[in-house]
Structure formats: structure tokens, C-alpha cells
T-cell receptor
């Protein structure tokens, strides 16, 4: 079974709106990562948050982590059509990064 | 920079045939990974190698073997392909060496699309 479960499975918004995706996981972790995948391409790393961090920002991205609820959220502000992609969370299941397990992903569609 | 290179990009096999997917990275990373991606399933970890000379099973290792040939190369072998192994396979590498050493970022290849008839 997969470690991370994203919610929603799919999201459709207008350009300029904010997009929020959630991830829940099952075991303790050292870190949680978010990745993006454009159709037919490999995954690209967006941001990593460690278990002792609660919030992290990178450009238009904001990630939060609540280890007590075993959940994380990814917020993309002022979405653009180019943000259309699938977004995945990934955790290390407490292995320190060697065994990185992905969730099923959220498919984001941003309408121009 | 080439990053992570996978070959072949596309392959069609008949049930029972064998093949090896090749992966090479030029970033001097210690850790390497093989994932498969099926529609709607996200990525599932097949095998990983934390360092040269070591390999470990991931979530779905059955039907696969791996070889960490050297620090740069990590190959995935299907000994007797089955239709259930039709998937897109991704190789990745990371600079992880321990919990506190390394950024943890995985760098992915562009994928190998395998169809087993």
C-alpha cells in the first residue's frame, strides 16, 4: 500500500486562483517532499520539509506539515495555466530518505 | 548536464521475454531508485540502492532484479515479462547518505515505457 494519499484526486481552477492539495501519510517520517509531473515527463522536485519544520515557502509555493495529524498541504498561489500538472507528495517512512514512497497524486488543471 | 539517463525509452515485449532497463547518473549521487508508474497509481518503489554495492526491496519487487554496477549505474531486469509489468519505469538518484546529510531531492529520468503483450 502507498504511504501518502493525496486529496483531492483532481482539481480544476481558473487562472489566478489558489490551489490547495493535501497529503496524508501513515508512518513516522524524517521528511516530506512534493514533486510535480508534467504529462509524459519525469518528476521534478518542488520542496522538502523536515519533520521538525511546520511551514516552508518557495516562490508561489507554501507547504505545511502537521506531524501530529500525519498530514501536509501544498498551496500554489496565483495559479497559471503552466501549473497544470500532477502533484505528488513523498515520504521517507522514517528511513532518512533512502526509501522514498509516493502517493497517488493530485491532477491539477488550471484554465486560462 | 545529462542528469539521469534511461534506456530504452520505449520497448515492446512478448510474455516470457526478458530485458534490462539501464540507468546512469552523472551527479555523483550515492542513492539510486527504480519506480514504476501505472495510471492512477502514482509511483511505486521497486528497488533502491542506498550506496554502491547495496540494494534493497521496495514496495513491489516481485518479478524484478537489480544490479548496482557501480556508483553511476543501476539496472533493472525483468527475467520473464508478464502483461502486469506493462508500465512506465522511472529511474531516480539522490544525494542522500544519511538522515542529516544530503538534500533528499530525487532527480528523475524521463521514463521507459514498457508494453508486455
Amino acid at each position: 500500500s502507498q504511504q501518502g494519499e493525496e486529496d483531492p484526486q483532481a482539481l480544476s481552477i481558473q487562472e489566478g486562483e489558489n490551489a490547495t492539495m493535501n497529503c496524508s501519510y501513515k508512518t513516522s517520517i524524517n521528511n516530506l517532499q512534493w514533486y510535480r509531473q508534467n504529462s509524459g515527463r519525469g518528476l521534478v522536485h518542488l520542496i522538502l520539509i523536515r519533520s521538525n519544520e511546520r511551514e516552508k515557502h518557495s516562490g508561489r509555493l507554501r507547504v505545511t506539515l502537521d506531524t501530529s495529524k500525519k498530514s501536509s498541504s501544498l498551496l500554489i498561489t496565483a495559479s497559471r495555466a503552466a501549473d497544470t500538472a500532477s502533484y505528488f507528495c513523498a515520504t521517507d517512512e522514517g528511513t532518512g530518505g533512502f526509501k522514498t514512497i509516493f502517493g497517488a497524486g493530485t491532477r491539477l488543471f488550471v484554465k486560462a | 548536464n545529462a542528469g539521469v539517463t534511461q534506456t530504452p525509452k520505449f520497448q515492446v515485449l512478448k510474455t516470457g521475454q526478458s530485458m534490462t532497463l539501464q540507468c546512469a547518473q552523472d551527479m555523483n549521487h550515492n542513492s539510486m531508485y527504480w519506480y514504476r508508474q501505472d495510471p492512477g497509481m502514482g509511483l511505486r518503489l521497486i528497488y533502491y540502492s542506498a550506496s554502491e554495492g547495496t540494494t534493497d526491496k521496495g514496495e513491489v519487487p516481485n518479478g524484478y532484479n537489480v544490479s548496482r554496477l557501480n556508483k553511476r549505474e543501476f539496472s533493472l531486469r525483468l527475467e520473464s515479462a508478464a502483461p502486469s509489468q506493462t508500465s512506465v519505469y522511472f529511474c531516480a538518484s539522490s544525494d542522500w547518505t544519511s538522515v542529516s546529510v544530503g538534500t533528499g531531492e530525487l532527480f528523475f529520468g524521463e521514463g521507459s515505457r514498457l508494453t508486455v503483450l
